[in-house]
């Protein structure tokens, strides 16, 4: 890295960040560490990402053009962490990171709030004077199947369901052998923040302003107490976010059952997501996140943590008259040039956004007093936005013997999903 902080990686042209984090284990290192991805068939295998990957290696040799040859001479692109060599996408190297963490309960809905927070934050992002892209869509695998099959679906009458997040599945989890054992990663999925070309001079996000987006989505086990182990260090990434994301599950809640009025088969049959029947105590894996972001970031037990906890009241369809709130008037609002028509980008109400959160930690200190109390005991800002990923309510769906929730694609209507995130990046 030069002075001027220009690149000197081989086949990259622009300006990098001056160190990097990789988003599966946290290393941070200078990209002049980075290693490359062999392409030649008979380098398969390596000694850390295992024996189904490519072997990762520092380049000696380089064409006319600066890109670099793996050892048989095929030319590399691909980039990987010199800890984990697990992948690390490009944009991670040229601009600043925002980490996001979802958790919560298990079958609490994080992976269908993350499905529709992120097919709608691509939908809507135009209206924002920004393009969001998939940085690496290999990593983003098990989320477009989340988005297919709920709104890509080939038959939008029949009922769909997101299967819950296992605890050791392929698609979000990655083994290496690291530091002399076997580990287990997260994989992360990864987007790109950047303004339209013809944005950034008429009051869009500037260039500067651009960021390469990671979310995380643990299986709910990973939360509870005792899960957090040396092999298995999946839920680390909390102590990295910008913004941890705690998902609220109302139905889950019997004082929240109690005070809703709605005939949604969730609160009748008391079935949760996973087709279990128990419900969770939720303030526990509430308060084995802070516990352990206390340990990884070295915060006292009275300290609280700097950055923002949001609170996710999902399911807002249903319980959203008890403070009376129009779920259908999201806190964003577009410019005008006094003729009806948009002048600039539109912008969140921020103004907005705090009081429904005061709302909502007011019917949370009332009816769920201990999860306010966590919150609130664990992090400098606490936000309580109130979501529903579907927007209507599913059915119970009878398949083989297995009952599960299951909504129909085209009732879908998903109301304040991008709110939280639209939150933090403002």
């Known amino acids: 890295m030069g002075k001027s902080g220009q690149s000197t990686l081989p086949g990259t042209r622009g300006r990098l960040v001056k160190r990097v984090t990789c988003p599966n284990c946290w290393h941070r290192f200078g990209p002049e560490h980075l290693l490359f991805i062999a392409r030649h068939e008979s380098l398969l295998g390596d000694p850390v990402a295992g024996p189904q990957a490519y072997r990762r290696f520092l380049p000696s040799r380089f064409t006319p053009s600066g890109d670099a040859l793996d050892p048989h001479g095929m030319v590399c692109q691909d980039l990987a962490c010199p800890r984990c060599h697990l992948p690390v996408a490009r944009p991670l190297i040229e601009m600043p990171p925002l980490y996001c963490s979802i958790a919560g309960a298990p079958a609490s809905g994080k992976s269908y709030f993350l499905a529709t927070m ?3 934050l691509r939908q809507q992002a135009k209206r924002f004077g920004i393009q969001v892209t998939e940085s690496d869509p290999t990593a983003n695998y098990e ?72 979310i995380y989505d643990n299986a709910g086990e990973h939360f509870l107490p005792g899960q957090d182990t040396t092999e298995t260090p999946v839920t680390l990434h909390l102590a990295r976010a910008a ?117 909502c930690r007011a019917l949370m200190h009332e009816l769920c007093p201990e999860i306010a109390a966590a919150a609130e005991g664990f992090a400098d800002r606490t936000l309580y936005i109130p979501v529903s990923s579907l927007g209507a309510s599913p059915e119970v769906v009878e398949d083989g013997g297995r009952q599960f929730y299951g909504i129909r694609p085209n009732h879908i209507r998903p109301r304040w999903v991008t709110v939280p995130l639209l939150w933090a990046l403002a």
């Open 243 to 359: 913004t941890i994301f705690f998902m609220f599950d109302p139905t889950q809640d019997p004082r929240f059952r109690q005070r809703c009025r709605s005939d949604d088969p969730q609160l009748r049959f008391g079935l949760r997501a996973d087709g279990q029947t128990s419900l969770m105590r939720q303030e526990a894996v509430l308060s084995e996140l802070a516990s352990r972001v206390r340990r990884h970031t070295g915060l006292g037990h009275a300290q609280r943590h700097p950055r923002p906890l949001v609170i996710i009241l999902g399911k807002a369809d249903i319980w959203a008259d008890l403070i009376n709130l129009d779920l259908e008037r999201e806190p964003v609002e577009m410019a005008s040039n006094g003729g009806g028509a948009a002048s600039a980008p539109a912008r969140v109400n921020l103004d907005r956004i705090e009081q429904v959160s005061e709302d």
């Open 143 to 214: 989320l477009q199947r989340y988005e297919e099959a709920l709104f890509l679906a080939t038959d939008p009458e029949r009922p769909v369901e997101i299967r819950k997040t296992e605890t050791g599945g392929t698609q979000l989890y990655q083994t290496v052998n690291l530091d002399g054992q076997h580990q287990m990663l997260p994989r992360p999925f990864l987007f790109t923040l950047q303004p339209l070309p013809d944005a950034s001079g008429n009051g869009g996000v500037s260039p500067e302003r651009q960021r390469a987006l990671v």
């Open 118 to 120: 992120t097919w709608q």
